[in-house]
Nanobody, 115 residues
Framework: QVQLVESGGGLVQAGGSLTLSCAASGINFSNNVMGWYRQAPGKQRELVARITSGGFTNYADSVRSRFTISRDNAKNMVYLRMNGLKPEDTAVYYC?????????WGQGTQVTVSS
């Protein structure tokens, strides 16, 4: 059974930092591109960042230079370090695992940034 379990969300003031973690199980972790998406109220889910097994990354323009995605293939973990948080970063953040023919999602973790 595939499980992606996010943690680390919470309430933070604008300008603050949070680190989200995602623990993956039930998948061959190294075969998956891992990513973070987010969905704000009333908006579509959007890609935040993703990382290949080899460490290649890409980011949404809105978070580039503020957020950093990383992964630990030995621990089946993926992280999202978020600095300089803004109220517009408020959303539910979802961990994803993607490989050809399969796409898995976690349950999400709420991030709220107060102004």
């Amino acid at each position: 059974q595939v499980q992606l379990v996010e943690s680390g969300g919470g309430l933070v003031q604008a300008g603050g930092s949070l680190t989200l973690s995602c623990a993956a199980s039930g998948i061959n972790f190294s075969n998956n591109v891992m990513g973070w998406y987010r969905q704000a109220p009333g908006k579509q889910r959007e890609l935040v960042a993703r990382i290949t097994s080899g460490g290649f990354t890409n980011y949404a323009d809105s978070v580039r230079s503020r957020f950093t995605i990383s992964r630990d293939n030995a621990k089946n973990m993926v992280y999202l370090r978020m600095n300089g948080l803004k109220p517009e970063d408020t959303a539910v953040y979802y961990c994803t695992a993607v490989r050809p023919g399969a796409n898995y999602w976690g349950q999400g973790t709420q991030v709220t940034v107060s102004s």
